[in-house]
């Protein structure tokens, strides 16, 4: 019969902690889906950034205001090409950032790539309609 070490078992053991450790951080995780573009009766932008690029940091704030000052009327939507990556080819991205500004009946009206300033963007709101 044969018999093992403490010090051999331990270091089994640890070797199969660390597989199955390798092998979880291998599993890939569910993201959430992409948030639904355009939403649904209502104006939209969707800002295509990076939580890191710079001119997407500068219309945060913008967005933020605009997102409570539009509530209901119009929908604001940022999403983050660097988490989604998907969403580059989905929405034809070439640069970031890049708004894209659809009507109430979901057509693509107009894109713009760049910072985008906040009267621009209340600009657009009121020539598609939004109150």
């Not at 209502?42 to 997102?67: F, H, W």
């Amino acid at each position: 019969m044969r018999t093992y070490s403490f010090p051999g078992a331990l270091m089994a053991l640890a070797l199969f902690v660390s597989i199955g450790l390798f092998a979880l951080s291998q599993t890939p995780v569910m993201a959430e889906p992409l948030p639904e573009v355009p939403a649904p009766g209502l104006v939209t932008i969707v800002d295509i950034g990076a939580k890191k690029c710079i001119p997407c940091k500068m219309m945060a704030p913008i967005l933020e205001e605009l997102t409570k000052e539009y509530q209901g009327r119009a929908a604001v939507i940022f999403i983050d090409v660097w988490e989604k990556p998907e969403a580059g080819p989905k929405f034809g991205i070439r640069a970031i950032p890049t708004q894209i500004f659809y009507d109430a009946q979901g057509k693509e009206v107009t894109r713009h790539e760049g910072f985008l300033d906040k009267q621009s963007i209340v600009s657009m709101f009121t020539k598609l309609g939004v109150k």
